[in-house]
Nanobody, 121 residues
Framework: QVQLVESGGGVVQSGGSLTLSCVMS????????MAWFRQPPGLARLFVAA????????WYADSEKGRFTISKDNAKNTVSLRLNNLQPDDTAVYYC??????????????WGQGTQVTVSS
């Protein structure tokens, strides 16, 4: 099993920035891809970005390209998501996910509990 714990959420004004972090523990060697998803109030959970644990490949949802940056530190088993120029529409619970496959937006096996990001106008 793999456990994921997110941190870094909070309340920020429009135009501000946040960095979310996710620490992975357990059978980390089984994980090939890590990702961030978000779930706005009353809506479905959406893919944000993913990163390979074994290569330098990253993938982003089209709507987040240029504003969000995903990064990793394999030695610390962490993945981070830098959120820039945040807007009220970015308000959501952000979830970290891990997959035992090389994947982009589907087939994630493990999920964190989520961290709330609230952007005020």
């Amino acid at each position: 099993q793999v456990q994921l714990v997110e941190s870094g959420g909070g309340v920020v004004q429009s135009g501000g920035s946040l960095t979310l972090s996710c620490v992975m523990s357990g059978r980390t060697s089984s994980v090939l891809t890590m990702a961030w998803f978000r779930q706005p109030p009353g809506l479905a959970r959406l893919f944000v970005a993913a990163i390979s644990r074994t290569t330098d490949n990253t993938w982003y949802a089209d709507s987040e390209k240029g504003r969000f940056t995903i990064s990793k530190d394999n030695a610390k088993n962490t993945v981070s998501l830098r959120l820039n120029n945040l807007q009220p529409d970015d308000t959501a619970v952000y979830y970290c996910a891990a997959s035992r496959k090389i994947t982009i937006s589907t087939e994630y096996d493990f999920w964190g509990q989520g961290t709330q990001v609230t952007v005020s106008s």
